[in-house]
């Protein structure tokens, strides 16, 4: 599996590092491929990954943050239910670059993410 460049980078310069664990258990979320979109277990934790895009009429990043359910249905929100410890976003803009770590409880308090498939969002901005 060929990882994005921005979480090698990562894993480099920041993660071994700190002495984290070097991640394992990578799978490719093939739907969100234009955003880097992976999944991985880090120190037994479980990390959804996405690389933040520029866009040219806003201000910040924008991400997505879905999944699909079923099959060939609708999109939705990552949702409480899902096994997931933490999101990773990397950004990158004229040289330079960093990572937001958002942890559940905070994805959940801010409706990032849905209650037992109630709100959340598909994507959203960092600045």
Not at 51 to 65: D, E, R, S, Y
Request: charged share 25%; aromatic share 10%; net charge positive.
């Amino acid at each position: 599996m060929i990882l994005p460049q921005p979480l090698l980078t990562a894993i480099e310069s920041l993660y071994l590092n700190a002495a984290l664990a070097h991640p394992v258990d990578y799978s490719v979320d093939s739907e969100a491929r234009e955003y880097g979109g992976l999944r991985f277990t880090l120190a037994g934790r479980k990390v959804v990954f996405r690389v933040a895009k520029v866009t040219p009429t806003k201000v910040g990043q924008f991400v997505t943050l879905w999944k699909r359910p079923c099959p060939g249905g609708e999109i939705a929100p990552l949702d409480s239910a899902d096994d997931i410890d933490f999101v990773v976003v990397h950004v990158s803009t004229e040289g330079r670059c960093g990572q937001f770590v958002f942890d559940r409880e905070t994805l959940l308090s801010r409706g990032v993410f849905a209650i037992n498939g109630r709100g959340g969002k598909r994507a959203f901005r960092v600045y």
